[in-house]
């Protein structure tokens, strides 16, 4: 299983990103996505996930500035990030949880995103 992010950057405060998370590979069709992010000196954190049934969760410090959502056809996730903050800047991490009997989860290698003041 791979996933490949695609979509970090360097931005103005108050810009937008969007962040791509496509899934290579056999993983379980009832699975969820995620983004976590870490920045230096901190743990790394959930953004957001969504499930297969599209169930979102979302940290309290990006409601309403970000948006997760999937194409479970292409079996990608994006993350489309609004009104950035420096605060928001992170290595930005996909996740995959493939719920089964066990559960595995995968990681991506990890995109940058600089929000500039």
């Known amino acids: 299983v791979q996933l490949a992010e695609s979509g970090g950057g360097l931005v103005q405060a108050g810009g937008s990103l969007r962040l791509s998370c496509a899934v290579s590979?056999?993983?379980?069709?009832?699975?969820?996505m995620g983004w976590y992010r870490q920045a230096p000196g901190r743990q790394r954190e959930l953004v957001a996930s969504?499930?297969?049934?599209?169930?979102?969760n979302y940290a309290d410090d990006v409601k309403g500035r970000f948006a997760i959502s999937r194409d479970n056809a292409k079996n990608t996730a994006y993350l489309q990030m609004n009104s950035l903050k420096s605060e928001d800047s992170a290595v930005y991490y996909c996740?995959?949880?493939?719920?089964?009997?066990?559960?595995?989860?995968?990681w991506g290698q990890g995109t940058q995103v600089t929000v500039s003041s």
């Open positions: 969504i499930t297969s049934g599209g169930r979102t």
């Open positions: 590979g056999l993983i379980s069709r009832a699975n969820t």
């Open positions: 996740h995959v949880l493939s719920w089964g009997d066990p559960d595995q989860d995968y």
